[in-house]
C-alpha cells in the first residue's frame, strides 16, 4: 500500500527552473561559455556546486578557476536567483499541482519535499502551500546529492515510511535515479525520453491526478 508522497520542488511545483536556467545563463555568458540543451537539462536536479562544475566542465575551463573563485561564482548565481524567486507568488504553484496536492490530504496521504534546493523552504513559503507537508529534506544534511538515493531516501523517513510505499515525483533524470536506488516507485514529469527510467510518466504536471497514479500502479 501507498503511504506517501515525496515531491521535488523545482520543476514539479514550481516554475523555479527557468530562473535557475535564467541566473545561470547570465554566469555562463559573462564566462563566454556557450548555453547549450544539454546544460538547461543537466542542471535539473543537482546541487548548486555540481551545476557550475558541469558548466565550466562543459567548455574545459574548470582548472582556470580557483576553489574561491568557484564560491563566489556561486554565490553571485544564487543572488540573482533569489531575486528572481522573490517575485513569486501563489499563482506561480504549476498547472494541476494545488489540486494534486488537495487530492493527497483529502486521502490522508503525507507529503515531504524532496528537493536539492537550499532555497526550498523559502519557494514553499511565497507559493503558500508550506502547510501541505510533513517536513522538508535539508540537502545540507544529507552525504550526496541527487542522483544518489540520499535526499529521496530522507524525504521517506521524514514521512515515516518504508521506501517501496512511497511515490517520488520529479522532473529531472538525475531525480528518477535517486528515486529509483532509494527503491520508491517514480513518477517523471516531462519529456519521457530524458525520463526513460521513471515507472510512470506524465507530460505536465496538468496531468497528475490521485486517480491515474492509482490506476498505473493497480493500487
Ligand atoms: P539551490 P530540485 C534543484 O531543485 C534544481 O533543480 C537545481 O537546478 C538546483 O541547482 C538545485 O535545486 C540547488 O538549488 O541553488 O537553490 O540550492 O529540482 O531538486 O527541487
Ligand atoms: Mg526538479
Known sequence: DI?????????????????HSQAWQQIAEELKIPWTPELESGIKGIDRMSSLMLILNSAGVADNYTEEQKEALAKRKNDHYQELIGTLTPDDVLPGMRKFLDELKANHLSMSIAS?????????????ISDYFVGVVDPSKVKEGKPAPDIFAEAAKILNADPTTVIGLEDSAAGIASINAADEISVGIGDKGLLHEAKINFPSTADVTLAKVRSHLNW
Do not use: W
Open 3 to 19: 503511504k506517501g508522497f515525496a515531491f521535488d520542488l523545482d520543476g514539479v511545483l514550481a516554475d523555479t527552473a527557468k530562473f
Open 116 to 128: 536539492a534546493s537550499k532555497n526550498a523552504p523559502f519557494i514553499l513559503e511565497k507559493l503558500a
